[in-house]
């Protein structure tokens, strides 16, 4: 074909064609291991791991044992006085007496902490500190059996070591990069904070 005498810029036919339009650009991948969403739990959200909520600081941790410690007590003396005596949680003289005292004190903080941790994963004291305990597994509900064990073990390795265990494992929290007591890390759990009113689990 040839050019047009009067518009010489112009051609017919294929030569003139417009030029095809830029292919448009390859869509990028899929990425095959998409971010799952943001697990809704009654407990709240996860620790390190995956887990996004803060974790519950030392001085909280103390304050709220502090609390349960005197409430669980206080409980044990009222329910041991009439069978041991209302000096026999503290009486060095009468051995089982104290004996008695001590392990009416024991079952109840240990109905205590299972009951209030598997239900809601706080107790009176981490309820008052705004805290609670969660899985490390996905900052879910920990439930009773968790619970019990959780509270067991700390009360095994205070007497199996007369003492001297349990001491340790309250003390790990201060240097452990994640706040963790060794009853933590036996049985997977993290304390992190709850600033939410929680729904009970569904045990």
Known sequence: MTQSPDHPEERTGAEGAAPPPDPAPAAAPADPYPAAP???EPYGQP???GITTELAGRWS????AIIDGIVYTVIGWI???PFAGASAMFDNKHLGARLAADGITAIIAIIYFTWQHGKWGQTLGKRALSIR???A??????GYGTAAWRVLFTY???YVTCGLGGLIDDL?????PHKQALHDKVVKTYVVKANSPIPPADN
């Not at 790990?172 to 452990?176: A, F, K, R, V, Y």
């Open 79 to 81: 329910i041991a006085a």
């Open 172 to 176: 790990w929290i201060l240097w452990d």
């Open 61 to 64: 941790r103390l304050f709220a």
């Open 137 to 142: 597994q996905d900052g879910g509900p920990i």
């Open 47 to 49: 620790a390190p791991t």
């Open 156 to 158: 095994l390795i205070t």
């Open 38 to 40: 943001p697990i809704s």
């Open 133 to 135: 305990v969660v899985r």
